[in-house]
């Protein structure tokens, strides 16, 4: 069987939008991860998307409960083009993703943020048998609402991470689909901030969210896709938004 790395990089190569005429993305990334001190992090990494070029982002959630986005794409062509009504601030500026072992990579953002985030996965019988479960249903079934929304309900208890919201609305307003097809646990991980330890990867107190996107109680890693509405500005928030103070 073909390392998590080895299937990562094969994503980079090859990643291919799935049919459809909405918002696409397709990649790999960690849902998220909690930890000790309350920071929350998040990573995606796609490279092939609808909107403009791929692109890396690391989502950071402070103690504060302030979210920020950082991405190596401008607002409007990554992950704030969704979200920023949630967050307190976009970033843009470079991400780094560098596979370190067959099982293990890190993601570094330089300069004032100065992030390090050391990260190590490993298969179980519950992600593999989720993962072969996932990778055999057909496009058509993971772009019905229902149908994930009942997945992320089932899978969020069989993970022990809590609710999952797999479908729903982001901040913006535009409705989103999640649909992953091969899944890892985070094993161990550790990150410092500006020189500073984040802890150990620990659940909150109170799961945390994004809109209708909930961020797991446990570290997942996943290869799959992604799909939002498309734009309306008659309906939907702009990039530029921010979260009330």
């Given at each position: 069987?073909?390392?998590?790395?080895?299937?990562?990089?094969?994503?980079?190569?090859?990643?291919?939008?799935?049919p459809?005429?909405?918002?696409?993305?397709s990649?790999?990334?960690?849902?998220?991860?909690?930890?000790?001190?309350?920071?929350?992090?998040?990573?995606?990494?796609?490279?092939?998307?609808?909107?403009?070029?791929?692109?890396?982002?690391?989502w950071?959630?402070?103690?504060?409960?302030?979210?920020?986005?950082?991405?190596?794409?401008?607002?409007?062509a990554?992950?704030?083009?969704?979200?920023?009504?949630?967050?307190?601030?976009?970033?843009?500026?470079?991400?780094?993703?560098?596979?370190?072992?067959?099982?293990?990579?890190?993601?570094?953002?330089?300069?004032?943020?100065?992030?390090?985030?050391?990260?190590?996965?490993?298969?179980?019988?519950?992600?593999a048998?989720?993962?072969a479960?996932?990778?055999?249903?057909?496009?058509?079934l993971?772009?019905?609402?229902?149908?994930?929304?009942?997945?992320?309900?089932?899978?969020?208890?069989?993970?022990?991470?809590?609710?999952?919201?797999?479908?729903g609305?982001?901040?913006?307003?535009?409705?989103?689909?999640?649909?992953?097809?091969?899944?890892?646990?985070?094993?161990?991980?550790?990150?410092?901030?500006?020189g500073?330890?984040?802890?150990?990867?620990?659940?909150?107190?109170?799961?945390t969210?994004?809109?209708?996107?909930?961020?797991?109680?446990?570290?997942?890693?996943?290869?799959?896709?992604?799909?939002?509405?498309?734009?309306?500005?008659?309906?939907?928030?702009?990039?530029?938004?921010?979260?009330a103070?």
């Open positions: 069987m073909k390392s998590i790395r080895a299937q990562a990089l094969e994503v980079e190569q090859n990643a291919r939008l799935t459809g005429d909405d918002e696409r993305f990649g790999y990334g960690v849902m998220g991860l909690p930890f000790s001190s309350g920071y929350v992090l998040a990573m995606r990494r796609f490279p092939v998307t609808s909107v403009g070029p791929g692109y890396s982002s690391v950071l959630r402070r103690p504060s409960g302030d979210w920020t986005i950082y991405a190596d794409a401008a607002p409007e990554s992950c704030a083009r969704y979200f920023a009504a949630g967050l307190a601030d976009a970033v843009h500026c470079d991400v780094g993703v560098n596979w370190t072992a067959d099982d293990a990579f890190t993601v570094t953002i330089g300069g004032d943020v100065d992030l390090i985030w050391q990260v190590e996965l490993a298969s179980t019988p519950v992600t048998a989720m993962s479960f996932m990778t055999a249903l057909p496009n058509t993971l772009a019905n609402k229902p149908f994930l929304k009942a997945m992320g309900s089932a899978a969020g208890p069989v993970l022990s991470a809590g609710r999952l919201g797999l479908a609305s982001a901040p913006n307003r535009q409705g989103f689909r999640a649909k992953p097809r091969r899944m890892w646990f985070i094993s161990r991980s550790s990150a410092t901030l500006g500073d330890d984040l802890g150990s990867p620990q659940p909150l107190p109170v799961q969210r994004l809109g209708d996107f909930w961020i797991p109680q446990r570290g997942i890693f996943v290869i799959g896709s992604s799909a939002f509405d498309r734009f309306d500005p008659a309906q939907h928030l702009p990039a530029s938004a921010r979260k103070a």
